[in-house]
């Protein structure tokens, strides 16, 4: 069985500056998939980044950049210039590959870590 | 547009009560799942089906049952064996034809005891 561990359960930072979130995760599995989803209040789910344990390169999408190290087991998010709307309930999710096809068997979620963006 | 649908959004259970929370979807997506998620907890895995007339269960799956009769329709009820079943309920669905493709999410079912 697969564990996700977000290790900051709030964080609060100023407009416009660069935050870190925190995600470990402990496998015996070789070819899994990593995600960050953000939940707003409107509690919707919504997919941030995602990462293919197979590819030694970090995504980035806009804002958005992972630090992805497969040795350790670490996915942290980086977003930079942080603007009010980033402001949500972060989830790190695990994901293993199956032959039958991708997150056949479901998503393991970290508790969260809830984002603050201060004007 | 494509996507899926939860319904109701907000749903109250009497004591020994079976609730069932609606979810269908018009992605053409093979797999669905139903998340639980409670205060302070990440989401968890109450069912999955990869196929019609097929499922299986997740990490909490007492006191819950489920359907998978259409592809696009993956309805959960929570029996009156559920002795908690205060929470946020999200159904998702994925395609199982590419790898890697994240879940789509519905906006979710809140349903409380009276």
């Known amino acids: 069985a697969q564990t996700v561990t977000q290790s900051q359960p709030e964080m609060s930072v100023q407009e416009a500056e660069t935050v870190t979130l925190s995600c470990t995760y402990d496998?015996?599995?070789?070819?899994?998939?990593l995600f960050w989803y953000k939940q707003p209040p409107s509690r919707q789910m919504i997919l941030v980044i995602r990462?293919?344990?197979?590819?030694?390169q970090n995504a980035t999408e806009n804002r958005f950049s992972v630090n992805f190290q497969k040795a350790a087991k670490s996915f942290s998010l980086k977003i930079s210039d942080s603007q009010l709307g980033d402001t949500a309930m972060y989830f790190c999710?695990?994901?293993?590959?199956?032959?039958?096809?991708?997150?056949?068997?479901?998503?393991?979620f970290g508790k969260g870590t809830h984002l603050i963006i201060q004007p | 547009d494509g996507g899926i649908t939860q319904s109701p959004k907000y749903l109250f259970r009497k004591e020994g009560q079976n609730v069932t929370l609606s979810c269908e979807q018009n992605l053409n997506h093979d797999a669905m799942y139903w998340y639980r998620q409670d205060p302070g907890q990440g989401l968890r895995l109450i069912y999955y089906s990869q196929i019609v007339n097929d499922f299986q269960k997740g990490d909490i799956a007492e006191g819950y049952s489920v359907s998978r009769e259409k592809k696009e329709s993956f309805p959960l009820t929570v029996t009156s064996a559920q002795k908690n079943p205060t929470a946020f309920y999200l159904c998702a669905s994925s395609t199982l034809q590419v790898s890697n493709q994240p879940q789509h999410f519905g906006d979710g079912t809140r349903l409380s005891i009276l």
């Open positions: 496998t015996s599995e070789n070819n899994y998939y």
């Open positions: 990462q293919e344990a197979y590819k030694q």
């Open positions: 999710a695990f994901m293993k590959h199956t032959y039958s096809g991708g997150g056949a068997d479901g998503l393991t």
